[in-house]
């Protein structure tokens, strides 16, 4: 069940017009992480971020960090131009994700614009200090979580941007489309029929976007339980406990283990990887062979799989290279949340030769 306070619960009552879309772009050809444009403050800020379904504040580089932690950034956020920014109650926010990377910063309430939808007043961190991961990485300058609204479980606010404009959208939903090429996107409030084929499969989700997954399949052989599995949009691969993986790479010729411990096999056989997919609810969510390829690797004429071994072997995250064949719909519910699968037409991906 989500957790919803009382006032949460009340804007399921309320519905509005607002159908937003917002463009994700990959940062380069891997597909590996998907930038957004969002609008802060006022005059806004433009900032090309990360969605996160699998985390809930937002934070943004800001002037605040030290000369060495901006690297070649520019644009930063800087609150104090900004009409609508005021200092939050809680003044220190942090963070540390699953991958090691951490974030600190000040505390501000900020307008925040994204597509047609606007949080006049929406919490937010003006980082101070940040990894080095986020320093490196040159294009993104922040992070929207869109998990939903949990009191217990939020540092900055109860209130995340998708809970804050939930009211004036026009469904209690948003879907997730990433495209090789650059042409997918967030929509918010709907579901836009060109992005789907065939029927929606809908299976019950908590407040940080989990489902309980069936019997998973490597080609069209049956294993055990998947069992836990989370939507995430803030990772970029297929992540599973280490005999899922191990299953999956058993039925890749020349597939093995590199010096890092990551999975690999002949860029030959990528146009033969089996299909990975899973049972929800009588239905067969998969991912198709083509698009587990996810990069050329270090190894002379190897490349690196999609699936990965993951930090736990007690559930499964489903990152980016999961969610870029598929349309995802991430529905909020006064009671329940659902995540819906939908097939959509895909397009090619250019292997190495």
């Known amino acids: 069940m989500s957790h919803l306070d009382p006032e949460a619960a009340a804007l399921f009552s309320k519905r509005g017009s607002v159908e937003a ?14 930038l957004s444009p969002i609008q802060v403050g006022n005059p806004p ?5 990360q969605f996160d379904t699998g985390s809930v504040p937002i934070w943004l580089l800001s002037n605040k960090l030290p000369a060495s932690q901006v690297g070649s950034h520019t644009s930063l956020y800087t609150p104090g131009p900004s009409a609508t920014a005021v200092t939050g109650a809680s003044s220190t926010f942090g963070i540390n994700y699953a991958d090691g990377q951490g974030v600190s910063g000040n505390v501000y309430y900020d307008k925040v614009v994204i597509g047609d939808a606007t949080a006049t007043r929406q919490a937010l961190a003006a980082a101070t200090s940040v990894c080095s991961g986020y320093t490196d990485d040159t294009l993104k300058y922040g992070l929207v979580g869109l998990g939903c609204s949990d009191p217990t479980g939020n540092t900055i606010d109860q209130s995340t941007w998708v809970d804050t404009v939930l009211s004036q959208l ?8 990433l495209e090789l ?3 997918g996107a967030f929509d918010f409030g709907w579901i ?48 599973a406990p280490s005999s899922v993986v191990s299953s999956y790479y058993a039925s890749v010729t ?13 860029c030959s056989e990528s146009r033969s990887l089996p299909n990975f997919g899973f049972e929800v609810n009588g239905d067969y969510i998969y991912v198709e062979g083509a698009y587990m390829y996810a990069q050329i690797s270090n190894t002379q004429d190897y490349c690196e799989g999609a699936l990965q071994n993951g930090i736990s072997n007690s559930y499964t995250v489903l990152g980016d290279m999961f969610m870029r064949s598929l349309l995802v719909i991430f529905e909020r519910g006064a009671s329940q949340n659902q995540i819906g699968f939908a097939a959509k037409t895909l397009k090619p991906i250019n292997y190495p030769a």
């Open 21 to 34: 879309n917002v463009p994700a772009t990959p940062e380069s050809s891997a597909d590996f992480t998907y």
């Open 254 to 266: 020349g597939a093995k283990q590199d010096a890092n411990d990551y999975w690999i096999y002949p």
């Open 181 to 183: 090429d650059g042409s």
């Open 192 to 239: 836009d029929p060109s992005r789907h084929t065939g029927s929606i499969c809908y299976v019950d989700a908590d407040c940080g976007w989990n489902i309980q997954a069936g019997t998973y399949y490597v080609g069209n052989t049956a294993h055990t339980t998947l069992g836990q599995a989370i939507l995430d949009t803030g990772t970029s691969l297929i992540l």
């Open 45 to 49: 800020q433009t900032f090309n971020v």
């Open 170 to 177: 026009a469904s209690p939903l948003f879907t997730v489309d």
